[in-house]
């Protein structure tokens, strides 16, 4: 199948600074890219809708100024957690689907955000 | 109400028994639906998708949708400690965006 990578795979930043996550799909095209957003023992809550090269689609309560995404190229999409607080640390997780055809999503390994 | 209901379990079983595993959904736009598989802190893995209603088989995985009862299941076959990970459901419109389940956490004991 295809590969997504999503680094960092852990990461601990300090309150108020800001962290950038990255999704590389490795070996494939992906128009769309997904952020999830995953808490302890619990479902994936999709964050927004990132398609290339125009603004991402923020889903109902997500701040678009605090979770910056960026669809630059066809292989990678960015997320930027802005002046970050303890209730952002959480498990995100980010998804690419190929181009056409059928909703196959392939998901990165996740990144583990801490902020003290 | 959730668009995916899933029992969250946990749910333990002796290697070797068939898994059962459900969810059902609300919306009936649904065409395709998942089965993901999730070890601790990893992303998901794709196990089994069906388009509409039906059943598909790969090898012990078989995956089951009935859309007139809005119901999804999940059967493995000869199951083994390393099938212990959380399953998650998830269903998808035309719109390409997949609304998970809960999540069932499931172990397989030796």
Redesign the interface.
Known sequence: ?AV?S?HPSWVICKSGTSVKIECRSLDFQAT?M?WYRQFP????M?MA?SNEGSKATYEQGVEKDKFLINHASLTLSTLTVTSAHPEDSS?Y?C?A?LQGG?????????T?LTVV | QKEVEQDPGPLSVPEGAIVSLNCTYSNSAFQYFMWYRQYSRKGPELLMYTYSSGNKEDGRFTAQVDKSSKYISLFIRDSQPSDSATYLCAGSGSARQLTFGSGTQLTVLP
């Open positions: 199948g997504v999503q769309t997904f023992k619990q479902s994936l999709l809708t498990f997780i998804s689907t059928y909703t196959e999503a392939f998901f990165g390994q996740g583990r």
